[in-house]
């Protein structure tokens, strides 16, 4: 394993920093066995933008060293970023191409773990020692764990709270009767226009063939108008493949076609870990856009996906205003934060909090002026 050399210890549990690496595959595998895990942070993901050179990833991971053999009880990706060339480098959770930044860990260990990790970052001279948190679960155990580590021996700034859609057998599924009545109306519409169906091949080579349908569809859509489209910059378009390429070949990714007369008209990017799915991302045909066909496709295959008796939850990857708010009930919260690891309080936190306060004021302020013209007349 390509562990670097620093490493923490706190009590039983010790935490190494290394680089993405295939044996990472190993640990990680029992780990998420044992507990939820993130399918962002699968090695195999990791492996994508060291193959790539998107991101400059540092995996942390802490095992149990009382046990024999010792056991793998946490792992953390953050990549190091920054705001402009000349401003320090801050530590962030891959949000690059991540919809969640949750360190994986066993509960029952989350302050031993999270404590192991906060001294690999504090004593590690390569490490900046500020973090960026974007979209990191407010669970009952393991933030808590996170804060609590922070006392006296560090500080913390809360940016943003936000509720995230999710599915699962028992709140996700349920839509109000006019919902229902208005996909069963949208899809019986779209089903006099031709034969409809959903689908969803699992293998590799099925899904990187339905993933170039995805890119062209967004291409087409009005994310390739606005340059947002994967496809409208090499290197995420060469990354985002390579992403897929390498979870696919583990069986982790998919991507869900709704075809009419077997052309797709709408994509689902599905990323998998262990019981749980991420809808990654969506992209439709504008020319049925009369028949919602993202909202169809998310409806059927959130149906498929739960009744399979595979899956038991859906993370949404989308903010609770969006078309999954509609269609999903469940609710998990997210923050975004920072969080400064050294021991003294320091001027950089407190340049860095303002800095990216500013940035989401401006965003609020730019998104207020958009609503309203976009509602004026």
């Given at each position: 394993m390509n562990v670097g050399w620093q490493r923490a210890k706190n009590g039983l549990i010790?935490?190494?920093?290394?680089?993405?690496?295939a044996e990472l595959c190993e640990p990680w595998n029992d780990l998420v066995a044992r507990v939820d895990g993130n399918a962002f942070m699968h090695p195999a993901a990791l492996l994508a933008t060291a193959e790539t050179g998107f991101a400059?990833?540092?995996?942390?991971?802490?095992?149990?060293?009382?046990?024999?053999?010792?056991?793998?009880v946490g792992f953390w990706a953050l990549c190091e970023r920054r705001n402009l060339p000349t401003t320090p480098a801050f530590l962030e959770a891959i949000p690059i191409y991540a919809s969640t930044s949750n360190a994986v860990i066993d509960r029952?260990?989350?302050?031993?773990?999270m404590a192991a990790f906060f001294d690999?970052?504090?004593h590690d001279l390569r490490l900046p020692k500020i973090i960026r948190l974007r979209s990191f679960e407010?669970?009952?155990?393991?933030?808590?764990?996170?804060?609590?580590?922070?006392?006296?021996?560090?500080?913390?700034?809360?940016?943003?709270?936000?509720?995230?859609?999710?599915?699962?057998?028992?709140?996700?599924?349920?839509?109000?009767?006019?919902?229902?009545?208005?996909?069963?109306?949208?899809?019986?519409?779209?089903?006099?226009?031709?034969?409809?169906?959903?689908?969803?091949?699992?293998t590799p080579a099925e899904?990187?063939?339905?993933?170039?349908?995805?890119?062209?569809?967004?291409?087409?859509?009005?994310?390739?108008?606005?340059?947002?489209?994967?496809?409208?910059?090499?290197?995420?378009?060469?990354?985002?493949?390579?992403?897929?390429?390498?979870?696919?070949?583990h069986n982790l990714a998919s991507v869900a076609l709704l075809r009419v007369d077997d052309v797709a008209i709408a994509g689902q990017v599905l990323i998998y870990s262990g019981r749980q799915a991420y809808t990654w991302k969506t992209a439709f045909d504008a020319?049925?856009?009369?028949?919602?066909?993202g909202a169809l496709l998310?409806?059927?295959?959130?149906?498929?996906?739960?009744?399979?008796?595979?899956?038991?939850?859906?993370?949404?990857?989308?903010?609770?205003?969006?078309?999954?708010s509609q269609l999903w009930t469940g609710r998990r919260t997210m923050v975004d934060a920072l969080i400064d690891v050294h021991m003294r309080s320091s001027q950089a936190f407190a340049m860095e909090v303002a800095q990216h306060e500013g940035r989401l004021q401006f965003g609020g302020e730019r998104s207020r002026m958009w609503h309203t013209i976009q509602h004026s007349g």
């Open positions: 010790a935490a190494y920093r290394c680089s993405p690496s400059e990833i540092h995996v942390l991971i802490a095992w149990d060293e009382g046990v024999e053999p010792r056991c793998p029952a260990r989350a302050d031993e773990v690999v970052i504090r407010a669970d009952p155990v393991v933030y808590p764990a996170m804060l609590r580590q922070l006392e006296g021996v560090g500080r913390y700034r809360e940016l943003v709270r936000v509720e995230r859609p999710f599915a699962d057998r028992c709140s996700g599924t349920k839509k109000s009767g006019s919902t229902r009545k208005k996909l069963r109306q949208d899809w019986n519409r779209l089903s006099a226009t031709g034969k409809a169906e959903i689908v969803n091949g699992r899904t990187e063939a339905a993933f170039e349908v995805f890119l062209a569809l967004e291409a087409a859509s009005w994310k390739g108008e606005e340059g947002t489209a994967l496809l409208c910059d090499a290197g995420d378009a060469q990354f985002a493949r390579q992403l897929i390429r390498n979870l696919a070949a020319s049925f856009a009369r028949f919602s066909p998310i409806s059927r295959i959130t149906d498929e996906l739960l009744e399979s008796g595979q899956i038991a939850a859906i993370d949404s990857c989308s903010l609770a205003d969006g078309i999954m």
